[in-house]
C-alpha cells in the first residue's frame, strides 16, 4: 500500500507558532496535502553504519511519507532541540526538502552577534555596533561621543523587541550596565540609536521577496515590534531594499526568512537583522500575502 506523503511543522509545543503552524496545516487542507504539527520530543533516531534512521511517533520517515518539513525555534537551554533538527536534515536533506537546511547546518545557532559578523564580512550594512565582554569596556567606551546619545543596547538572544533598551546618557548607561551580570555582558550588542521609530519587514521565500510591511512605534514606545503593538502596513518596497533582502537571505542559506530594514534620516538602509521562522500574522493582515499557501507551495513543489 503507497503511503500518504505528507507535511510535517516541527515546534516544541501544542502552543508555539500556533497561527503560523495552523494557517499552514489549513492551507495545505485547502489543496489536498496532509500536513501535521510534530514535536520535537517526538523525535528518535537509530543510528547504525550504513543506514540512520530518524522517526516520528515510531514511523520512519524518509522520501515515501514526507513532502518536506519546515521548522520552528527549537531553542533549549540544552540545544537538545536544536542538535535533534540538524541530525534530521542531516539524515534526510537528501531525499526530504528541509526548509532552510542549508543555513541550519552552517549555523547551528544564528543569534544577533554571528549575523553582524556574517554581514560586516559580506558587504551588507548594519548599525554602527560595539561589542565588549567587561563592565569597563563599556563605561570607559566612547560611543556615546561616536554615535551621540541616546544608544541602543540590544541582547543576542531577544526576540519580539522586548530586550532592546534605549539608554538617553552616560548616566542611564552606568545604571544599566551596574544591573547585568558581568558574565553576561559580552551577550549584548551596542548600538547607534535610529530615531525613525519604524522598520520594515521583508519576507523572502524561494530567493525572492514577496511582499514587505512597514511597522511603526506608536505613542510613547520607541520599539516598532508588532509584537509590542505597532503599527502594522503594507510597504512598497525600492528595488534596492529588495535585493538587499534577498542578499541577506542568500548568505544565510535561507529558503524562508523575514529580513528586518531600518532607515537612518537620510535614508540609508540597514540590516537589523534576519529571522530564520519569523511569524507572519501581522504581514498577512497587513499586506494581504497568504504566506502560508506559499509556503507549502514551495515544500510540495521542490
Known amino acids: 500500500m503507497t503511503k500518504q506523503k505528507k507535511i510535517l511543522v516541527f515546534t516544541m509545543s501544542e502552543a508555539q507558532s500556533k497561527y503560523e503552524t495552523e494557517r499552514v496545516l489549513e492551507e495545505a487542507k485547502k489543496m489536498g496535502i496532509e500536513a501535521k504539527r510534530a514535536l520535537y520530543r517526538e523525535l528518535s533516531f537509530d543510528l547504525v553504519d550504513g543506514e540512520p534512521k530518524v522517526f516520528w511517533k515510531g514511523e520512519r520517515l524518509g522520501k515515501e511519507n514526507l513532502w518536506g ?3 520552528r525555534v527549537a531553542g533549549t537551554k540544552t540545544g537538545k ?10 539524515i534526510l536533506e537528501n531525499e526530504v526538502f528541509c526548509v532552510n537546511h542549508r543555513g541550519y547546518l552552517r549555523w547551528q545557532r544564528m543569534g544577533k552577534l ?17 561589542v565588549f565582554y567587561t563592565e569597563e569596556q563599556v563605561l570607559q567606551s566612547d ?3 561616536v554615535f551621540g546619545w541616546p544608544v541602543i543596547a540590544k541582547h543576542e538572544k531577544g526576540f519580539q523587541g522586548r530586550s532592546v533598551k534605549k539608554l538617553d546618557n552616560a548616566e542611564e548607561l552606568n545604571g544599566f550596565v551596574k544591573k547585568i551580570d558581568e558574565k553576561n555582558i559580552g551577550m549584548f550588542l551596542w548600538q547607534k540609536y535610529l530615531p525613525t521609530r519604524w522598520d520594515i519587514r521583508v519576507i523572502v521565500l524561494k530567493g525572492k521577496s514577496i511582499g514587505a510591511m512597514r511597522r511603526s512605534a506608536v505613542g510613547d514606545e520607541f520599539r516598532s515590534n508588532y509584537s509590542l503593538g505597532g503599527k502594522a502596513e503594507k510597504w512598497d518596497l525600492t528595488v534596492e531594499d529588495r535585493v538587499l533582502a534577498e542578499k541577506v537571505a542568500e548568505v544565510c542559506g535561507l ?3 523575514g529580513v528586518d530594514i531600518m532607515k537612518d534620516e537620510t535614508g540609508k538602509s540597514y540590516i537589523l537583522e534576519v529571522n530564520r521562522q519569523c511569524q507572519f500574522k501581522g504581514f498577512e493582515e497587513s499586506t494581504g500575502v497568504n504566506v502560508a499557501k506559499k509556503v507549502v507551495e514551495m515544500i510540495v513543489n521542490r
Open 255 to 257: 529558503d524562508y526568512g
Open 114 to 130: 554571528l549575523q553582524h559578523a556574517v554581514f560586516v564580512r559580506e558587504g551588507i550594512p548594519v548599525v554602527p555596533t560595539k
Open 81 to 90: 532541540y536544536v542538535w535533534g533538527k540538524n541530525m534530521l536534515i542531516k
Open 143 to 145: 560611543m556615546g561621543e
Open 69 to 71: 518539513m519546515w521548522f
